[in-house]
């Protein structure tokens, strides 16, 4: 049941994603950064009895932490003026990205993780 039901969140999501455009929703740098964070944190936690659980833990942490990064970036840039929405919108839905990594990556380890 469990396979089951993330794949009925995973089909919602993805026809979501289509709807909108799916490019929008592809960042390789945010990824990477939710889950390196998520590998660092269940390192750090060091208990192999919930492996699976500390490294969804951490994909939120991350996720969180990359959005404030991104927004530390956006308004820390000299040269970014925040009336221009061709350049803010973007940069918004980059920021915004590792949040919605963050808790995709906890929604599967919901699911693998043993009750």
Not at 29 to 52: C, D, Q, Y
Not at 59 to 64: D, H, I, L, Q, S
């Given at each position: 049941?469990?396979?089951?039901?993330?794949?009925?969140?995973?089909?919602?999501?993805?026809g979501?994603?289509?709807?909108?455009?799916?490019?929008?929703?592809?960042?390789?740098?945010?990824?990477?950064?939710?889950?390196?964070?998520?590998?660092?944190f269940?390192?750090?936690?060091?208990?192999?009895?919930?492996?699976?659980?500390?490294?969804?833990?951490?994909?939120?942490?991350?996720?969180?932490?990359?959005?404030?990064?991104?927004?530390?970036?956006?308004?820390?840039?000299?040269?970014?003026?925040?009336?221009?929405?061709?350049?803010?919108?973007?940069?918004?839905?980059v920021?915004?990205?590792?949040?919605?990594?963050?808790?995709?990556?906890?929604?599967?380890?919901?699911?693998?993780?043993?009750?």
């Amino acid at each position: 049941m469990k396979i089951l039901g993330i794949g009925i969140c995973f089909a919602i999501m993805l026809g979501a994603f289509l709807q909108i455009g799916p490019d929008l929703f592809l960042d390789i740098n945010s990824a990477i950064f939710v889950l390196g964070g998520a590998t660092g944190f269940l390192v750090m936690k060091n208990k192999p009895e919930n492996h699976i659980r500390n490294f969804g833990q951490g994909a939120v942490y991350f996720g969180w932490l990359g959005t404030v990064v991104g927004l530390i970036a956006i308004t820390g840039t000299p040269s970014f003026v925040w009336g221009d929405v061709e350049k803010t919108g973007p940069a918004l839905a980059v920021a915004m990205l590792t949040v919605l990594y963050g808790y995709m990556v906890k929604l599967v380890t919901i699911a693998l993780a043993e009750d």
